[in-house]
T-cell receptor, first 112, second 114 residues
Framework: DAKTTQPNSMESNEEEPVHLPCNHS???????IHWYRQLPSQGPEYVIH???SNVNNRMASLAIAEDRKSSTLILHRATLRDAAVYYC?????????????FGSGTQLTVLP | GAVVSQHPSRVICKSGTSVKIECRSL??????MFWYRQFPKQSLMLMAT?????????EQGVEKDKFLINHASLTLSTLTVTSAHPEDSSFYIC??????????FGPGTRLLVL
């Protein structure tokens, strides 16, 4: 699987937007970009995914670079409950559920 | 969204005993489920891929005779840690694929082997 690179940690103030970057320079044309997050002592939670176009849902927005070699997860107004480890993962959609390879992720700290 | 449950949420057992962990998809059918293990302050590591009605596929370095996986129905997969030892103490997490692109994860099972 193609590799992703994320900063180890980031801080944000409560109620401010947060932009979490991810580099994936070796992405292939059929790799989807997934974001999951994990709160302490819980299983990962799906956040968003996309292929080429920017995506929005109730949790976040995903901005994908035109060359697809990087992407940014955007939390529009961070809350204390958004403090978690955020994982950026590439996954090939191949007609069946595809295993996910987790990297080390970005630990997001939200300051009150 | 899709819900995946795990039971038990935490278990403490003596060294040498076996422990079974259940993973259920509550509101959808999952032909494929995945089992992960996570040690403290580390990321999730995939252990095996479980396919309904067939043998599980194990990742390199994971002992199939120690971690028995059964996926007997479209809503249930089980992981049995046989002859557990303290080094098997970890956070075990399952996930189920929804469609081709998204996985939903269970809340995890914390295993402590004394």
């Amino acid at each position: 699987d193609a590799k992703t690179t994320q900063p180890n940690s980031m801080e944000s103030n409560e109620e401010e937007p947060v932009h979490l970057p991810c580099n994936h320079s070796t992405i292939s044309g059929t790799d989807y970009i997934h974001w999951y997050r994990q709160l302490p002592s819980q299983g990962p939670e799906y956040v968003i995914h996309g292929l080429t176009s920017n995506v929005n849902n109730r949790m976040a927005s995903l901005a994908i670079a035109e060359d697809r070699k990087s992407s940014t997860l955007i939390l529009h107004r961070a809350t204390l409950r958004d403090a978690a480890v955020y994982y950026c993962i590439l996954s090939l959609s191949s007609g069946s559920a595809r295993q996910l390879t987790f990297g080390s992720g970005t630990q997001l700290t939200v300051l009150p | 969204g899709a819900v995946v449950s795990q039971h038990p949420s935490r278990v403490i057992c003596k060294s040498g005993t076996s422990v079974k962990i259940e993973c259920r998809s509550l509101d959808f059918q999952a032909t494929t489920m995945f089992w992960y293990r996570q040690f403290p302050k580390q990321s999730l590591m995939l252990m095996a891929t479980s396919n309904e009605g067939s043998k599980a596929t194990y990742e390199q370095g994971v002992e199939k005779d120690k971690f028995l996986i059964n996926h007997a129905s479209l809503t249930l997969s089980t992981l049995t840690v046989t002859s557990a030892h303290p080094e098997d103490s970890s956070f075990y997490i399952c996930s189920a694929g929804v469609g081709m692109e998204t996985q939903y994860f269970g809340p995890g099972t914390r295993l402590l082997v004394l």
